[in-house]
């Protein structure tokens, strides 16, 4: 089956196969008027139309732009999808001064949503997870990490990670699945923290790796909840169950996580927003992605992580939502890439390559995703504008009009086309 994308304003797209960082955070390629070819899953042509007419015949499936610009789908490289119950009246308290530590102390924050979820069943969970990737791909997002960490022991770690794994199956949106049982420490283990690691790295970490649910792992690395030590205790059985690393590093305090997360050749680590400048220069010695999540600044009414050092450092720079009930309760990139330029500093092109390419570099799909360009997967979005910059400008809607999904139409109009069939793993 072909594909062919015609009367586009212009195709804007990072190049390459993997992050860009530094100087090169913010090059993107324009195609003015270009036409975009995929046969089955695959970019086959990006160019003039003359060209292409000269090289190939119809497609079987043409999307028509109406002059909006084509751009590759986001990757959203860092939420928490399968989880149970809403913290609106947390947030709410919030608004009227308490601050998150208060709730937390209080029982609410993450344990609150453990309860939920561990009262949850598989198919709830599951049926919650695919209501948010719906709300994901019709933002534009065809790519996806999501994380366990709401289940906190054997028995809801595995649930999570299955239910995860059931909506996968059924949607066009790739998952990519992360075990994170060191999210915090539950309730039942809060006077036994070191108990509490053990039981990870020696029952629930080899039983999530003998499931084959996981590629990656991640562990909350923050004063009052895993120290630097124990995340590398935490994280030492990584290599031997075939996981990439990730890392919730330095987002309440200064505890040395990016530095920790360089040692270990962490393929991201996320939020930074008191990471020092030794953690900084440790990241861009090791190319570890950083994933920046201005959500969670907005929504919690906190500092930004510091985007424009991370870019000047040579860091490159991924964005992600955080998707969570607690700390960044959205579904949008565009609403993310207009956080960072106006709270981080990013700027437009920036935002785009940490989006997409960089996104995707941070869950070790450079090489297929996040760019438009022949030889990658054809995830694609068409625009209801001219410009990307537009993502950013024009705040608060959904400019997206159509998305394609290696090779396949999986929104139409602002529309999900309920015929997709299921992504690719």
């Known amino acids: 089956m072909s594909l062919l994308v015609v009367n586009a304003a212009q195709v804007v797209t990072p190049q390459g196969r993997a992050a860009r960082s530094g100087s090169r955070q913010g090059e993107v390629a324009r195609h003015p008027r270009a036409v975009v070819r995929a046969e089955g899953p695959t970019v086959v042509f990006v160019g003039e139309r003359a060209e292409h007419d000269r090289r190939f015949g119809p497609a079987n499936t043409v999307v028509d732009a109406e002059g909006g610009c084509v751009i590759p789908a986001f990757v959203d490289p860092h939420t928490h999808l399968p989880f149970a119950g809403y913290r609106e009246a947390e947030f709410d308290r919030r608004l009227r001064g308490e601050t998150y530590a208060q709730i937390a102390a209080s029982g609410g924050g993450i344990v609150a949503t453990v309860a939920a979820t561990r009262a949850a069943s598989e198919d709830e969970l599951a049926a919650a997870t695919s209501e948010r990737l719906d709300r994901q791909l019709l933002w534009g997002t065809a790519t996806t990490e999501a994380k366990s960490g709401y289940g906190l022991n054997l028995q809801d770690e595995l649930k999570q990670l299955s239910a995860l794994a059931r909506a996968a199956a059924q949607h066009c949106v790739e998952v990519v699945s992360t075990a994170m049982p060191a999210h915090e420490v539950p309730p039942e283990w809060r006077h036994d923290h070191e108990g509490y690691v053990r039981l990870v790295v020696e029952t629930i970490h080899p ?12 562990v909350f690395c923050e004063q009052g909840v895993f120290s630097p030590d124990q995340t590398r205790r935490l994280l030492a059985d990584a290599p031997r169950h075939g996981w990439r690393i990730h890392l919730h590093a330095d987002e309440l305090s200064n505890l040395g996580g990016a530095e920790l997360a360089a040692e270990l050749g962490a393929a991201s680590a996320s939020h930074l927003l008191h990471v020092s400048q030794a953690g900084i220069a440790a990241l861009a010695a090791a190319g570890t992605v950083a994933v920046v999540l201005p959500g969670v600044s907005f929504f919690l009414r906190d500092r930004f992580a510091p985007a424009r050092t991370l870019v000047a450092a040579g860091v490159p720079v991924a964005l992600a939502t955080d998707c969570n009930p607690g700390s960044s309760h959205t579904e949008s990139m565009p609403a993310i890439m ?7 500093g990013l700027y437009a092109e920036e935002a785009l390559v940490a989006a997409t390419l960089n996104a995707a570099a941070a869950l070790g799909r450079a090489d297929r995703l996040g ?11 068409v625009l209801e504008a001219t410009d990307p910059k537009h993502l950013v400008y024009h705040f608060g809607v959904n400019l997206v009009r159509h998305v394609i999904k290696a090779g396949r139409v999986v929104v139409r109009d602002g529309r999900l086309v309920r015929s997709s069939a299921p992504g690719i793993a």
């Open 338 to 344: 207009a956080l960072a330029c106006l709270g981080a």
């Open 207 to 218: 039983a999530i790796a003998a499931s084959g649910l996981a590629e990656g792992v991640d």
């Open 371 to 381: 760019s438009v360009e022949v030889g990658k997967q054809a995830d694609l979005v």
